[in-house]
Nanobody, 132 residues
Framework: VRLAATGGGLVQDGGSLKLSCVAS????????MGWFRQAPGKERQFIAL???????????????DRFTVTTNRIASTGSVPEITISLQMKDLKPDDTALYYC???????????????????WGQGTQVTVSS
């Protein structure tokens, strides 16, 4: 599975940002997709989970009212199927500053989907910085 996350940047306190992740693999529709983040000196933190492409998202408590995960595109044409998901973030705060990752793990192997250990494949991360 290949993953590429984009959309990070610098935003002011209270602002919004939308991250995207393109995941590609021959059996990509069998994978659950997650968003995590990691701030300097802290552990990787779960944000949101899509157990199946096009399904409803589940969220960490801090993300429920401000973050929305969506499946934007499922492309089965071409040489390798792709799924594009996004993470829409609003009312961002300085504490949201972190490196944001998308991840993929076989849906059949996912337990809670809230632990990094559930996900075998990770993108390179995209930096989100919220200024006060």
């Amino acid at each position: 599975v290949r993953l590429a996350a984009t959309g990070g940047g610098l935003v002011q306190d209270g602002g919004s940002l939308k991250l995207s992740c393109v995941a590609s693999a021959y059996n990509i529709v069998n994978y659950a997709m997650g968003w995590f983040r990691q701030a300097p000196g802290k552990e990787r933190q779960f944000i949101a989970l899509l157990r199946r492409p096009g399904g409803d998202g589940t969220y960490a408590e801090f993300a429920k009212d401000r973050f929305t995960v969506t499946t934007n595109r499922i492309a089965s044409t071409g040489s390798v199927p792709e799924i594009t998901i996004s993470l829409q973030m609003k009312d961002l705060k300085p504490d949201d500053t972190a490196l944001y990752y998308c991840a993929a793990g076989l849906a059949s192997a996912i337990t809670s989907g809230r632990n990094a250990a559930d996900f075998e494949y990770w993108g390179q991360g995209t930096q989100v910085t919220v200024s006060s």
